[in-house]
């Protein structure tokens, strides 16, 4: 168990919904990030928040969005689905941000788009 | 932008066999490496990783990886694998600037399968 957690553990939902996706962070982590893997593409980077702020940006889609919040989970709002979003989606943590840090996994979302 | 490939997408071998899995990364700077492992139906964990320092660095489990810069090389090793150690392996990348931070560039990934 890495420390991270991530609800729903599943998600199925049609195409042209909206669905948001949650991550709690490892106790102290003040950084987190979220990844999209997909048979096609792999493992993709998306987007990183640190302590509140967005940090720095990946391949995510403007449909795409995330926070983070004053108690440090996260999350991400995948508007407009479409098929190809059906995907696993990710959440990291790591301590405070710099690039040298251990990035812990979680669990994961498996979404599907019907 | 950073890229990364794993040469071989699926590997079986017997127990007690030797491991080599191939990662070569793109990027003129320098790079932080890591590689990360998933078994089945767990979340991605880390094996090891290369920040400065000693080329050779060792991980969890028995991994070690070797940094070749002029090769721009990663390659993870086990001497002796175990049927415990069937997962899918992941080499990922990120810049080493120094300063801001940056998600992780991934490989797709090799399905290493160990046959008891």
């Known amino acids: 168990d890495s420390g991270v957690t991530q609800t729903p553990k599943h998600l199925i939902t049609a195409t042209g919904q909206r669905v948001t996706l949650r991550c709690s962070p490892r106790s102290g982590d003040l950084s987190v990030y979220w990844y999209q893997q997909s048979l096609d593409q792999g493992l993709q980077f998306l987007i990183q928040?640190?302590?509140?702020?967005?940090?720095a940006k990946g391949n995510i889609l403007e449909r795409f969005s995330a926070q983070q919040f004053p108690d440090l989970h996260s999350e991400l709002n995948l508007s407009s689905l479409e098929l190809g979003d059906s995907a696993l989606y990710f959440c990291?943590?790591?301590?405070?941000?710099?690039?040298?840090?251990?990035?812990?996994f979680g669990p994961g979302t498996r979404l599907t788009v019907l | 932008a950073q890229s990364v490939s794993q040469h071989n997408h699926h590997v079986i071998l017997s127990e007690a066999a030797s491991l080599e899995l191939g990662c070569n990364y793109s990027?003129?700077?320098?790079?932080?490496l890591f590689w990360y492992v998933q078994y089945p139906g767990q979340h991605l964990q880390l094996l090891l990783k290369?920040?400065?320092?000693?080329?050779l660095v060792k991980g969890i489990k028995g991994f070690e990886a070797e940094f070749i810069k002029s090769k721009f090389s990663f390659n993870l090793r086990k001497p002796s694998v175990q049927w415990s150690d069937t997962a899918e392996y992941f080499c990922a990348v990120n810049a080493g600037s120094g300063g801001g931070a940056d998600g992780l560039t991934f490989g797709k990934g090799t399905h290493l399968i160990i046959q008891p």
């Open positions: 290369y920040f400065s320092g000693d080329p």
């Open positions: 928040y640190y302590n509140g702020e967005e940090r």
């Open positions: 990027y003129g700077g320098t790079v932080n």
């Open positions: 990291a943590s790591s301590a405070w941000g710099p690039i040298t840090d251990t990035q812990y």
